[in-house]
């Protein structure tokens, strides 16, 4: 039986029946699910790219200020997908007659299908800095499993980081986007690694700099056999742009495991303004990659304000990271 415990009543909306069973079964599955982009023109549809400073993160001095508030629950409306739209996890399959049951096994904001490998060791207990390194050859050799966090350089990654271990400062922030520049690791529960990496998309970084951060970051992707998936941090407050969009078809021809994260889900913008709510922008973005992608990757919409998905980040992280081990 799963120890769930405290956090999996508030993650899934089961079954009304008291005597339905998760149907889920285990299959020798790959470690690595590609995604394969059925053409490279997946960007064409996207609005042009904008470097947009009005959302960067908040400096460090800012979130310093003052005792963090307890973060309210953010109020979800949990939209029930299709089964060809939700993706299960390394080592389930799905027969027929467990549509239903696999339906409520969806955790919360995302289309992530919980599994049998995720357990108790889901949370964050301790969270430290190890080292940065400019190349992937310096990169830890003791090969811990690790997730990737990339995404454009104001889409709130750091924030994000710090909500995931609940640290204001163990990845500091800051109003100038392009601030991280090297392969930053920190070790998780003294057991796996969360990498936070460059941004890409920072039109005012130098030239030469932008090359190289691009150039090792990939090469991160390619050499890293520890890396158990890439979290591909995409703004929701904001329309789908083509750089997010030829980043994920980069990622799916390559065959490098991809999870969507959806930023800055609790901002709202006016109608009136033209803007849409996070909801539409995520939808938009799933129809363009439905259009150009065999399988539907994992995504998941958060918030650093209110800590929306937060959970579900790390439920999604343990069930990957705990198949990866056995496999």
Request: aromatic letters at 8%.
């Amino acid at each position: 039986m799963l120890l769930y415990h405290r956090i999996l009543p508030r993650l899934l909306s089961l079954p009304s029946s008291p005597t339905s069973k998760l149907l889920i079964r285990p299959s020798r599955l790959p470690p690595r699910r590609p995604f394969l982009p059925r053409c490279a023109a997946l960007s064409a549809l996207a609005a042009p790219q904008t470097v947009d400073h009005s959302d960067a993160e908040e400096s460090a001095d800012h979130l310093d200020a003052e005792e963090p508030q307890e973060p309210q629950e953010p109020q979800e409306v949990q939209v029930k997908l299709p089964l060809d739209r939700l993706f299960l996890p390394p080592g389930a399959s799905v027969t027929p007659g467990d549509e239903e049951v696999v339906t409520a096994r969806v955790l919360k904001g995302s289309n992530i299908v919980l599994g049998t490998y995720a357990r108790g060791d889901a949370q964050v207990v301790n969270a430290d800095f190890i080292k940065s390194s400019v190349r992937p050859d310096d990169c830890p050799r003791d090969g811990l499993p690790e997730f990737a966090l990339v995404g454009r350089s104001n889409v709130g990654k750091s924030s994000l980081l710090n909500s995931l271990v609940r640290r204001k400062r163990l990845a500091l922030t800051s109003k100038k986007p392009g601030k991280t520049q090297c392969i930053n690791h920190f070790k998780i529960n003294d057991s796996w690694y969360l990498v936070d990496l460059p941004g890409y998309g920072y039109a005012s970084a130098p030239q030469v700099a932008r090359k190289d951060w691009d150039e090792f970051t990939r090469n991160y992707f390619l050499s890293r056999d520890n890396l158990v998936s890439v979290f591909l941090l995409i703004d929701a407050s904001i329309p789908a742009k083509k750089i997010d969009l030829d980043y994920a078809s980069w990622l799916g021809q390559n065959k490098v495991p991809m999870t969507l994260v959806f930023t800055k889900c609790d901002k709202r913008k006016k109608k009136k303004n033209g803007g849409k709510r996070p909801e539409e922008n995520v939808e938009c973005f799933q129809s363009l990659i439905r259009e150009y992608f065999e399988a539907a990757p994992p995504w998941i919409m958060t918030s650093s304000v209110t800590n929306q998905g937060r959970d579900e980040i790390l439920l999604h992280m343990s069930q990957l990271r705990n198949y990866w081990r056995k496999h």
